[in-house]
């Protein structure tokens, strides 16, 4: 069936590294792609997103990339900090209700 | 600041009641959705409503049902609660419109234990 999964549950770095979470997709129709984020006790929020025209994407010390010839998807975050500790969720959507399929979450833990 | 509300966030309810989550939403939005997120299992869609009084099967439908009276409420309903719908459940909006990412908004979620 179609689903988002992603290559490793945990991850760990020092503060000020540069993080790369990553992110298969099995839906050749996908068309847009979004990484959210969630702390703690919180819902998702939403990080950065890309469509698939795209390749290359990038935000405040965030950055997405999208390979569809291999269905990956990853998202870079620079400078790593404290705050970045997080689940991050990627999510894909082919349909005009939004409704989005998530991955399995990566936890990512930043140790000062 | 717009907001999705559950209206717990942490439940305990004993096998064979019907429980109610609720979730409510000041953005005007027309579309709203409910999830449940286990552990290893990421998010997984329940149902779906793109307008009052609409609903549509997700992913995983079974033993749930959601109830849409107005705009703003979208209440999921556990008919006969069993102990392997213990988990975290997500309540979200968008817009129809425009693209999932600006109008995707997520509550804090509620933490369902059934016993």
């Known amino acids: 069936g179609e689903s988002v999964g992603l290559h490793l549950p945990t991850l760990s770095v020092q503060e000020g590294d540069n993080s790369i979470i990553n992110c298969a997709y099995s839906n050749s129709a996908s068309d847009y792609f979004i990484w959210y984020k969630q702390e703690s006790g919180k819902g998702p929020q939403f990080i950065i997103d890309i469509r698939s025209n795209m390749d290359k994407r990038q935000g405040q010390r965030v950055t997405v990339l999208l390979n569809k010839t291999v269905k990956h998807l990853s998202l870079q975050i620079a400078a790593t900090q404290p705050g970045d500790s997080a689940v991050y969720f990627c999510a894909e959507s082919g349909t005009s209700y939004g409704k989005l399929t998530f991955g399995q979450g990566t936890i990512l833990t930043v140790h000062p | 600041d717009v907001k999705v509300t559950q209206s717990s966030r942490y439940l305990v309810k004993r096998t064979g009641e019907k429980v109610f989550l609720e979730c409510v939403q000041d953005m005007d939005h027309e579309n709203m959705f409910w999830y449940r997120q286990d552990p290893g299992l990421g998010l997984r869609l329940i149902y779906f409503?793109?307008?009052?009084?609409?609903?549509e099967k997700g992913d995983i439908p079974e033993g749930y049902s959601v109830s849409r009276e107005k705009k703003e409420r979208f209440s999921l309903i556990l008919e006969s609660a069993s102990t392997n719908q213990t988990s975290m459940y997500l309540c979200a909006s968008t817009t129809r419109q425009g693209e999932p990412s600006y109008g995707y908004t997520f509550g804090s979620g509620t933490r369902l234990t059934v016993v």
């Open positions: 409503s793109y307008d009052v009084k609409m609903k």
